[in-house]
């Protein structure tokens, strides 16, 4: 027990640990004395000497555990320390008092302000964005096209109704310039 108590645990759990430093370490000990028993028999010998090397691997762990967590509570335990808190400024540091907390607006009849206006595009931004939107996306462009709108079945984010104009704004061009090429072919 006074290995135990040389180990100086703080909790329960520090306790159980240096318990089972000690007796790993007496099996460690009882498997050196019964190698040193078995010299008639060398399998026996080595068995014993492999546990005890074993035991011997498993205290020495348990043992490292414990010296951390205690270098980690005494560094905790430091921070704490009337002087260790002076320098770190706490002594004669005021607690600051948190402000009431703030009082309800009061009821008036205004109505609350509206929402700032989103700001008007030209028609070189608005068309910048149905050609990003036709990049990005060309399967649903087709579809919305083919659809002459959104499609009923729509299974994507609905784009931005200017965006939807644009495309079908762009078929409807694309359809005169066919004509209008077709047009002039016939009549050359």
């Known amino acids: 027990m006074d290995a135990v108590v040389a180990l100086h645990p703080d909790d329960a759990f520090e306790a159980r ?18 190698a040193g028993l078995a010299v008639d028999d060398p399998m026996e ?3 014993c000497q492999a546990w005890a090397a074993s ?13 951390r967590i205690q270098a980690t509570r005494e560094k ?7 002087a260790a808190m ?24 205004e109505a609350p302000e509206p929402w700032p206006e989103e700001p008007v595009l030209t028609q070189a ?3 910048a964005e149905v050609e990003l939107y036709a990049a990005m996306y060309p399967d649903r462009v087709a579809r919305i096209r083919a659809a002459g709108g959104l499609p009923p079945d729509l299974d994507f984010g609905p784009p931005e109704p ?5 495309l079908l704004r762009r078929v409807a061009s694309q359809h005169e310039t066919r004509l209008m090429e077709c047009n002039n072919e016939t009549s050359a």
């Open 17 to 34: 640990l240096a318990v089972r430093i000690v007796a790993m370490d007496a099996q460690c000990a009882a498997s050196l004395h019964a």
């Open 45 to 47: 010998m080595r068995r």
């Open 55 to 67: 035991t011997a691997r498993q205290s020495d762990a348990a043992l490292r555990s414990l010296l």
């Open 76 to 82: 905790q335990l430091e921070k704490l320390h009337p």
């Open 86 to 109: 002076e320098r770190a400024g706490w002594w004669f540091r005021e607690a600051p008092v948190p402000d009431p907390a703030p009082a309800a607006p009061p009821e008036s009849a």
């Open 125 to 127: 931004q608005l068309d």
């Open 162 to 166: 200017h965006i939807v104009a644009g």
